[in-house]
């Protein structure tokens, strides 16, 4: 499964994969006796870093053995789309003002599915999307998710706010008790860091609920 990295990206989504095997989408097929991920690993490698293949010119990249110009190039294109995006910053990050917002944003991927999956939207002080991190794959319940997890990446990246994301792969968006239970923990546990939980958007087939909306678990927050 791990030189698979599109099934992979399509299954549990792209914040999942690996730096070597974001390259290896990018590169797509390796050499002889070399899978493509093997192949990025080594290329990472040899330029210690992302930082440092954005720093290399495209003769230095070509000359690694199994990339070539046109590997090089789609290198170099894929890391000036994201030296643009960070030089952008807030004037193009989404922002949030609802949950329909939070659905354009990640419920339509979520829709298809076929496993639950949890996720974090990560927000600044403008409510502006800084990053959606996958928590959890499987059942997301009070029971089997620790709540340090949740919140680990919104103190990495200083958010200020965050809104849980989930899908029903039945496609009944209707939040059960374990849904509102886990809300309430989240939100308690969001006052002792100083984290405003926003929202719990529960998305099923061409639907989505918001729990905050329906007055479950925020009321008595």
Same mark, same amino acid.
């Given at each position: 499964m791990e030189d698979r990295p599109r099934?992979?990206?399509?299954?549990?989504?792209?914040?999942t994969l690996?730096?070597?095997e974001l390259l290896a989408l990018i590169l797509n097929t390796g050499v002889r006796g070399e899978s493509v991920v093997s192949m990025s690993q080594r290329l990472l490698r040899e330029f210690h870093s992302l930082t440092g293949l954005l720093r290399a010119d495209l003769v230095q990249i070509t000359e690694v053995r199994g990339i070539g110009p046109a590997g090089a190039a789609k290198i170099k294109?894929?890391?000036?789309?994201?030296?643009?995006?960070?030089?952008?910053?807030?004037?193009?990050?989404?922002?949030?003002?609802?949950?329909?917002?939070?659905?354009?944003?990640?419920?339509?991927?979520m829709m298809?599915?076929?496993?639950?999956?949890?996720?974090?939207?990560?927000?600044?002080?403008?409510?502006? =999307? /800084?990053?959606?991190?996958? %928590?959890?794959? +499987?059942?997301?319940?009070?029971?089997?998710?620790?709540?340090g997890e949740l919140f680990r990446d919104a103190v990495r990246h200083t958010a200020v706010g965050i809104?849980?994301?989930?899908?029903?792969?039945?496609?009944?968006?209707?939040p059960s008790s374990a849904d509102v239970s886990l809300t309430s923990e989240v939100i308690r546990a969001g006052k002792l860091l100083d984290i405003d =939980? /926003?929202?719990?958007?529960? %998305?099923?087939? +061409?639907?989505?609920?918001?729990l905050k909306r329906l007055g479950l678990a925020f009321r008595q927050a």
């Open positions: 099934e992979r990206l399509i299954t549990y989504g792209a914040s690996t730096t070597s294109a894929a890391l000036e789309i994201g030296r643009r995006l960070a030089v952008a910053g807030d004037l193009e990050r989404p922002k949030i003002g609802s949950p329909e917002d939070i659905f354009q944003i990640v419920g339509i991927e298809a599915l076929e496993q639950e999956q949890l996720r974090v939207v990560l927000l600044n002080t403008k409510n502006q =999307v /800084l990053s959606v991190k996958t %928590v959890y794959q +499987g059942s997301a319940n009070q029971a089997n998710v620790r709540i809104v849980l994301v989930h899908n029903h792969p039945s496609g009944d968006p209707t =939980v /926003l929202d719990h958007v529960v %998305v099923g087939h +061409g639907t989505y609920v918001s």
